[in-house]
């Protein structure tokens, strides 16, 4: 009789110890989730964190960028524009024509023709018009994008000692990128006239 309840109590304890193994097994996967869950909602917030500062940066790279355009037209606009004339089509004045020489704005302009030649392509210019547009747009771009080190260097020293601002020196090379290709194409300055937007 002893010998059957002593077996029972072993079995009893093996059943008890398998339930209580399960039990902590259970619980310790639970807690493995609840910690697994935490880390994907920390990491969704922290991702959710870096799209809004993400959009943030793009919104005040988009503000900056409208900003600067205002001020590009505007100088362009100007009546007392000093480097280009207020005239259809635009064209340099005798202040523009030195400082294209004494910058050698055409010789940089040759020494990255093809890539600022794309750039103006890239703008899909149909008419002489957009040809004169797009190579204006193109000008502020490719002192950032195609100009040497140096180039660059060479034109802020003389922008500086001159007192004069950048946007001052963008249309010179606007305008000498215009008329290249207009050149290249057979086509005359004048015609950009005909193709200009009139004012109501």
Known sequence: ?????????????????????ILFFAFWAMFQLGSITKTFKDFKDKNKTTDTDIGGIKDSLAAVRATTELLYQAHLAQAHYSTVQRKSPITLTEKGEQISAALKITEK??????????????????????????AMD???????????????????LYAYNAGMDLLEIYPIIGILVRDKILAENGIAAEEVDAHAPKNP
């Open 1 to 21: 009789m002893e010998a059957i309840i002593a077996k029972l109590i072993a079995e009893l304890n093996s059943a008890v110890f398998l339930l209580l193994a």
């Open 109 to 134: 302009i040759a020494n990255h023709w093809d890539d600022i030649k794309t750039e103006v392509k890239k703008r899909s210019p149909i008419n002489p018009y957009d040809i004169q547009t797009a």
């Open 138 to 156: 193109v000008a502020r771009n490719c002192f950032d994008a195609f100009f040497s080190d140096t180039e660059k260097s060479e034109i802020k």
